[in-house]
Antibody
């Protein structure tokens, strides 16, 4: 079935780095734009980054620009989020999400992973 | 950037009654060339990822019960649950994907 599975979360000290992965299955990964969305404990959803289906374009939220890098390996059906210079305020559950496509038109985020928790603390 | 707001912050509705959630965007999310509003609604239950309910402001995602409906255009949108069921207790978020995506703060729906 169509599935996204995140991994790589954990506890990290401020200023350190972490790389998240999102393994896709059950669909043609290389045909879809992919996003990272995060949710701090007890808070709402915050969009983090997007990468186009072929990796040609990437966009970031201002809160992570210059520190986080989104990438993908279509041969491995995997999405990544490299997080550098981590701060306490980056503590959150990180979700990967597929941007649904209807003959080239976006259908919002139709598939979500279960999320991986990142805790930034000394 | 487009800022999304929602009202109310929370509401409690009796089983079988109607629940209405409002969402407002700081600028229009209507794409004039195809007359589509790039506005989605999600449901999130505790410990679960968000689930897409509605996209293009009023198109129900496959498998979503027809008691959920979306309406509105431009900058003002509404999610309606026509007859609240116990399993509808959740937080509901609106999202614009007209430009770099942004979410509303969420509305918590409970049973009265």
């Amino acid at each position: 079935q169509v599935q996204l599975v995140e991994s790589g979360g954990g506890v990290v000290q401020p200023g350190r780095s972490l790389r998240l992965s999102c393994a896709a299955s059950g669909f043609t990964f290389s045909s879809y734009g992919m996003h990272w969305v995060r949710q701090a404990p007890g808070k709402g959803l915050e969009w983090v980054a997007v990468i186009w289906y072929d990796g040609s374009n990437k966009y970031y939220a201002d809160s992570v620009k210059g520190r986080f890098t989104i990438s993908r390996d279509n041969s491995k059906n995997t999405l990544y989020l490299q997080m550098n210079s981590l701060r306490a305020e980056d503590t959150a559950v990180y979700y990967c999400a597929r941007e649904g496509d209807d003959y080239g038109d976006s259908r919002a985020f139709d598939i979500w992973g279960q999320g991986t928790m990142v805790t930034v603390s000394s | 950037d487009i800022v999304m707001t929602q009202s109310p912050d929370s509401l409690a509705v009796s089983l079988g009654e109607r629940a209405t959630i409002n969402c407002k965007s700081s600028q229009s999310v209507l794409y004039s060339s195809n007359n589509k509003n790039y506005l989605a609604w999600y449901q999130q239950k505790p410990g679960q990822p968000p689930k897409l309910l509605i996209y293009w402001a009023s198109t129900r995602e496959s498998g979503v019960p027809d008691r959920f409906s979306g309406s509105g255009s431009g900058t003002d949108f509404t999610l309606t649950i026509s007859s609240l069921q116990a399993e509808d207790v959740a937080v509901y978020y609106c999202q614009q994907y007209y430009s770099t995506p942004s979410f509303g703060p969420g509305t918590k729906v409970d049973i009265k």
